[in-house]
């Protein structure tokens, strides 16, 4: 992890905000809802993930983004700065709430003195107040000077500094949500996606497909199936679907890993990838429905194509297939 830190901190200033961008999309996911702010009078908040559809009036937390130039760091008086805003801002009303995380994001690092404040919380408060004038007072607002009130020293000292942290690129390094940035910018790749596991009973997801299938098995026996569960009744062409089954959820554990853990956009090109390869023996002439759904599988399955230069198992191209049946791309009755 140590060379990958490495790597985030010798970023240049463009690719590092690309990265941090990376990074927290993919961290918008575990929030109800995601503020992109930070710009002018965005009020102390860069980037807000809400816990609740109560917004700022429950759980929210806040990401301040200090990407810095090359070779600079998170100093004391913007640390501060930061801070003194959020708690102005808070005791005027524009959050009902204090965030529940306040995460500075500073992969060029942090000072040594932030850094000592950071690991001992109980000193950020008095800090703060001390440094007030020095560091807050004309910097919250470029109109005027925002002395230190009643009400926000009362929130300063109510306010439990645990709850202030940081990113470093050591820790970004170590954090499961920068793979995709990583996958990205690096070209690292998160490791073998698990094997899928099918469920005996059917899935929304397989309904598309499967409805597909029963057409094709029902030309084929020249007498028709009603439902999934007849043809797996059927003793040749129920072994032949529960295949087809199983591809299916390799295919979807495979998707479902590469989205967390790849750079944006991977898996669509991996399933364009995948397109492209089968589309001529899907279009091709065939004697039947059937026949063309096994010559595209095996087609599928000699074709070595890959997601950012790691060839894919056979069950998962092949299973690929059948999730293009169900986008559309190619039907299959």
């Not at 965030?99 to 001992?120: I, M, S, T, Y």
């Not at 020095?134 to 002395?147: F, L, N």
């Not at 995948?274 to 010559?295: G, M, N, P």
């Amino acid at each position: 992890m140590a060379g990958l830190a490495v790597k985030i901190q010798e970023l240049d200033d463009k690719l590092l905000e690309e990265f941090i961008d990376i990074w927290l999309t993919r961290k918008a996911t575990k929030y109800l809802r995601v503020e992109t702010l930070g710009k002018a009078n965005d009020k102390g908040r860069d980037v807000v993930g809400f816990c609740s559809d109560d917004l700022h009036e429950a759980d929210w937390d806040l990401y301040q983004c200090k990407r810095k130039t090359h070779g600079a760091k998170l100093g004391m008086p913007e640390f501060l700065a930061e801070l003194g805003k959020v708690f102005h801002h808070h005791t005027t009303g524009t959050y009902k709430t204090m965030p529940r995380e306040f995460l500075f994001v500073a992969p060029r690092g942090v000072v040594g003195p932030v850094q000592d404040l950071l690991l001992n919380p109980s000193t950020i408060a008095p800090a703060l107040v001390a440094g007030w004038d020095q560091y807050c007072r004309k910097s919250i607002t470029a109109k005027v000077d925002i002395p230190l009130s009643t009400a926000v020293s009362a929130a300063i000292a109510s306010f439990d500094f645990k709850q202030v942290d940081y990113y470093s690129a050591a820790r970004l390094a170590k954090d499961p949500d920068a793979n995709p940035a990583m996958s990205k910018l690096f070209n690292l790749l998160p490791g073998d996606a698990p094997e899928g596991t099918m469920p005996d009973e059917i899935a929304v997801s397989e309904l598309t497909y499967l409805a597909q299938l029963t057409q094709v098995y029902s030309e084929f026996a020249g007498k028709p199936f009603f439902s999934t569960d007849d043809v797996l009744s059927h003793p040749e062409h129920g072994r032949h679907l529960r295949r087809q089954r199983t591809r299916f959820f390799e295919a979807a554990a495979f998707e479902r890993f590469h989205r967390d853990n790849t750079a944006p956009g991977a898996v669509e090109t991996f399933k364009k990838d995948i397109y492209d390869s089968v589309i001529d023996a899907y279009e091709r002439s065939h004697s039947t429905k059937l026949d063309r759904v096994d010559a595209v599988l095996n087609h599928a399955l000699l074709v070595p194509t890959d997601l950012r230069g790691k060839i894919a198992r056979g069950p998962v191209r092949q299973g690929m297939c059948h999730h293009l049946a169900s986008d559309g791309k190619l039907k299959w009755d």
